[in-house]
């Protein structure tokens, strides 16, 4: 039997290899504190949950749903982006639910991607753009984001005979891995250098709801022009904590969302119907649980943040977002970095380097582990610089 060359090229998924480590320790006895996997601990609020079990209780939805979701999901879909970031879009044109946001961000480079087409993708990010791109048979081009250009990638520097042989570009705020977010400033240069270069912009937007003390981010759509050339993905996974029921959207550009509808109905049967009504019900319902979850998010920040600048790891709070982005000491590779505190600290970091090359030099850690977690996690941090010069 001879698997695809795609299958070859995949890296090892970094989380894999590092649960296999975390399930080592423990049959071992060994307690360990992840910051690892960006996974809200906090459930999914209960009148979610609520109308998830009624529908689910109602035949009509045993059946196989539409690809294109129930209308009542569009049109909600519709009224959050209005309510939150006062934009309107069709319901029956810009909007598409997705398995996931994950779902769908794998599936797009299908309706942009020949082979030899590149698509520019930001180093360090999210695994699936630069997969995506892999699997439909592109190359992806990195974008840096460095600290200097505040973690935006630098479009002047991207090679225009690059950007003519581009198709797509992700763009991430607030970001996974860095927490750095974007303005509409930068968002305008971005629909620029797109129209220039006739690139579809890709805005990966998971994060909107996750921020800290008062700030609140932007869509991409909010941009001048933004529509014309971009879709925004999203997810009600970290806003409402529904990562474990899979379900998430794409609003934008009438052309690109017809065309991953296309390339999903010959994929999926759509999202089961019951959690379509519990999504209804997150977009419409109460919204105070953001507020409750944020304010828990930041109480956290800050200790991790406090934590990591008294034993040396230069950090600022992020505004928003589920992650620090650290620096780790001279001397340690961000692998060793990790390796070491889950050895003799019994912590896990996740290595920058798992984002992309950009990433070394850096660890992540995740803000979705319980508060007295996250506390025995620094204090045995504290404990174990204490031993070692950084
Ligand atoms: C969590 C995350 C997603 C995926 O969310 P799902 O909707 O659960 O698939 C997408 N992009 C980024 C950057 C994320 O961190």
């Not at 698509?119 to 992806?140: H, Q, R």
């Not at 891995?177 to 509409?184: I, M, N, Q, R, Y």
């Not at 690139?199 to 709801?209: K, L, N, R, T």
């Not at 505004?319 to 390796?339: E, H, M, N, Q, R």
């Amino acid at each position: 039997m001879q698997l695809a060359n795609r299958i070859d090229k995949l890296p090892p998924y970094l989380f894999v290899q590092i649960s296999k480590k975390i399930a080592e320790k423990k049959a071992q006895g060994i307690d360990v504190v992840s910051f690892g996997i960006g996974d809200p601990d906090i459930p999914t609020p209960p009148h979610i949950i609520k109308r998830l079990c009624q529908a689910a209780k109602d035949p009509a939805n045993h059946r196989y749903p539409e690809t294109e979701g129930l209308p009542q999901l569009r049109q909600a879909i519709v009224e959050w982006y209005e309510r939150r970031f006062n934009l309107s879009f069709d319901p029956n044109k810009e909007v598409l639910p997705l398995i996931g946001s994950k779902e769908g961000i794998g599936h797009i480079a299908l309706c942009f991607i020949d082979p030899g087409d590149i698509a520019l993708v930001p180093d360090p990010g999210y695994p699936v753009y630069s997969i995506g791109t892999m699997f439909a048979g592109g190359e992806s081009y990195f974008m840096s984001l460095t600290e200097n250009n505040n973690f935006l990638p630098d479009l002047g520097s991207i090679p225009p005979r690059i950007a003519k042989k581009a198709r797509l570009m992700w763009i991430n705020y607030p970001n996974n891995p860095t927490g750095a977010v974007a303005d509409l400033r930068f968002f305008e240069k971005v629909v620029a250098f797109a129209k220039k270069y006739d690139i579809a912009v890709c805005h990966d937007g998971p994060y909107s709801e996750v921020a800290f003390d008062g700030y609140r981010p932007v869509s991409f759509l909010q941009a001048r022009g933004a529509r014309d050339i971009g879709v925004e993905f999203h997810s009600l996974s970290k806003s409402y904590n529904m990562t474990g029921w899979r379900i998430g959207m794409v609003v934008g550009n009438e052309k690109i969302v017809n065309a991953l509808m296309r390339v999903k109905s010959n994929l999926d049967s759509g999202i089961p119907q019951a959690i379509q009504y519990a999504a209804i019900e997150a977009l419409l319902g109460k919204q105070d649980c953001i507020a409750e979850h944020n304010a828990i998010y930041q109480r956290r920040r800050d200790l991790v943040v406090k934590t990591l600048n008294k034993i040396g790891l230069k950090v600022k709070p992020p505004k928003a977002s589920l992650y620090i982005w650290a620096k780790v000491p001279d001397g340690y590779t961000s692998l060793d970095f990790c390796a070491r505190l889950l050895e003799e600290a019994s912590v896990v970091v996740t290595p920058g380097t798992g984002y992309g090359k950009c990433g070394e030099g850096y660890v992540r850690l995740s803000l979705t582990t319980p508060d007295y977690r996250v506390k025995e996690g620094l204090a045995r941090l504290e404990k174990w610089a204490g031993k070692h010069t950084l």
